[in-house]
């Protein structure tokens, strides 16, 4: 204040609008929309993903908002407009893959591989882990969508079956007890090791076969979702 009495006029002009500054700065930040501010941001194409406490930072909040903060980033992430990666890195969510068609290969440990149509070599192979596989078998003509996995190679899951291509399987005739009663049934196993199912017949006694026998059986019903 010593400094500025030189200029008293000039100086209460100057200090009054300059407090005028400060109260209109903090009305602006009580009225602020902090999910489209949070959200405009992580949208730039500069943005790096990165954790909660480091985009507080990035953002410029004071320590008082972040309470808001918090229930805006709550928000954006409940209403999907945001995307939280398992370590924590705040980003857009990523656009569903377009379905594409191919031919699954299956795995003996039930994961399996699609090609897809139009591709010769291995290298265009989508890895589909065992629980996406939707009970699809060696051979199949699938749906599927894939996208870049943790090692940079294409990973997938089946969305749909589109065709069965393998019809009938050579295996050996084997008595297997099931369900709650624990039923003697006979069961086909596969001679084809890309092939994980048992194979359940009803008329092996009909045609004269017994267990050990190596048998060709017809398939009458595949695999669904969940068998």
């Given at each position: 204040?010593?400094?500025?009495?030189?200029?008293?006029?000039?100086?209460m002009f100057s200090?009054?609008?300059?407090?005028?500054?400060?109260l209109?700065?903090?009305r602006k930040k009580?009225k602020?929309?902090?999910?489209?501010?949070?959200?405009?941001?992580v949208?730039?194409?500069?943005?790096?993903?990165?954790?909660?406490d480091?985009?507080?930072?990035?953002?410029g909040?004071?320590?008082s908002?972040?309470?808001?903060?918090?229930k805006?980033?709550?928000?954006?992430s409940?209403?999907?407009?945001?995307s939280i990666?398992?370590?924590?890195?705040?980003?857009l969510?990523?656009?569903?893959?377009e379905?594409?068609v191919?031919t699954?290969m299956?795995?003996?440990?039930?994961f399996g591989?699609?090609?897809?149509?139009?591709?010769?070599?291995?290298?265009n192979d989508v890895?589909i882990?065992a629980?996406?596989?939707?009970?699809?078998i060696?051979?199949d003509?699938?749906?599927?969508?894939?996208?870049?996995?943790?090692?940079g190679?294409?990973?997938?899951?089946?969305?749909?079956?589109?065709e069965?291509?393998?019809?009938h399987?050579?295996g050996?005739?084997?008595?297997?007890?099931?369900?709650?009663?624990?039923?003697?049934?006979?069961?086909?196993?596969?001679?084809?090791r890309?092939f994980?199912f048992?194979?359940y017949?009803?008329?092996?006694a009909?045609?004269?076969?017994?267990?050990?026998?190596?048998v060709?059986?017809?398939?009458?019903?595949?695999?669904?979702?969940?068998?």
């Amino acid at each position: 204040w010593g400094r500025l009495m030189t200029a008293p006029g000039k100086a209460m002009f100057s200090d009054n609008r300059h407090i005028r500054s400060n109260l209109n700065i903090k009305r602006k930040k009580r009225k602020m929309d902090y999910g489209k501010y949070i959200l405009n941001f992580v949208s730039r194409e500069s943005y790096t993903p990165v954790d909660a406490d480091t985009l507080f930072e990035k953002l410029g909040f004071s320590e008082s908002e972040r309470g808001i903060y918090k229930k805006a980033l709550g928000a954006l992430s409940s209403s999907g407009k945001i995307s939280i990666s398992k370590h924590g890195k705040i980003g857009l969510p990523e656009e569903e893959p377009e379905d594409a068609v191919g031919t699954f290969m299956a795995a003996a440990k039930g994961f399996g591989f699609v090609r897809p149509q139009g591709a010769t070599t291995p290298e265009n192979d989508v890895f589909i882990p065992a629980k996406y596989t939707r009970g699809a078998i060696d051979g199949d003509t699938v749906s599927y969508t894939a996208r870049p996995g943790a090692d940079g190679r294409a990973e997938g899951k089946i969305i749909d079956i589109i065709e069965h291509t393998i019809t009938h399987i050579v295996g050996t005739l084997c008595e297997a007890r099931v369900g709650r009663g624990e039923k003697v049934r006979f069961v086909v196993e596969p001679e084809r090791r890309a092939f994980p199912f048992l194979i359940y017949v009803d008329n092996a006694a009909d045609v004269g076969s017994r267990s050990g026998d190596k048998v060709e059986a017809y398939i009458t019903a595949y695999p669904d979702l969940t068998h």
